[in-house]
């Protein structure tokens, strides 16, 4: 699962966010097995929090049955996050290779998206209203077209 940051021109879609840009929240599930996009959330506001965009997009009925990995952003929603360490404690060797092996399976994730973001429309939509609602999901399409032919 991936929460990524869209620049949008539309100001009542966005919200200022990082660098003072007006950006919109798109919560996309990506198999990373097949690196194929699963399901989309609606965007959100670029300044709302990973954790409340994702309980919010209704992805969780989606994922229900599957178990999903997450960055660290999204502790407490039921997600597989990577463990942290507490403060003046070192981590355990055990969570420390479980750390590697989520790191290696979100890097697929983190790539897939990057190339999603390789279209024009994802770097700077200038969709209005639900323009972008419509261009994560025809992105998403080309991309899955892109890998399975």
């Known amino acids: 699962m991936e929460g990524a940051l869209v620049p949008v021109r539309d100001r009542t879609v966005g919200a200022s966010s990082k660098n003072y840009r007006f950006s919109a929240k798109v919560q996309v599930v990506i198999d990373a097995d097949t690196r194929l996009v699963?399901?989309?959330g609606p965007p959100e506001p670029g300044n709302k929090a990973d954790a409340h965009a994702?309980?919010?997009?209704?992805l969780a009925a989606h994922c229900a049955v599957a178990t999903v990995l997450a960055d660290g952003a999204h502790v407490n929603t039921g997600l597989v996050?990577?463990?942290?360490?507490?403060?003046?404690?070192?981590?355990?060797?055990?969570?420390e290779e479980d750390n590697t092996e989520h790191r290696r399976v979100r890097a697929r994730v983190e790539h897939t998206f990057a190339r999603m973001k390789n279209y024009k429309i994802l770097r700077d939509c200038r969709q209005k209203?639900?323009?972008l609602h419509h261009a994560v999901p025809a992105v998403a399409h080309m991309h899955n077209l892109a890998l399975t032919a």
Do not use: E, I
């Open 81 to 95: 996050a990577p463990h942290r360490r507490r403060v003046g404690w070192p981590l355990l060797r055990a969570l």
């Open 54 to 58: 994702w309980r919010d997009s209704g």
């Open 129 to 131: 209203g639900t323009g």
């Open 38 to 40: 699963v399901a989309m």
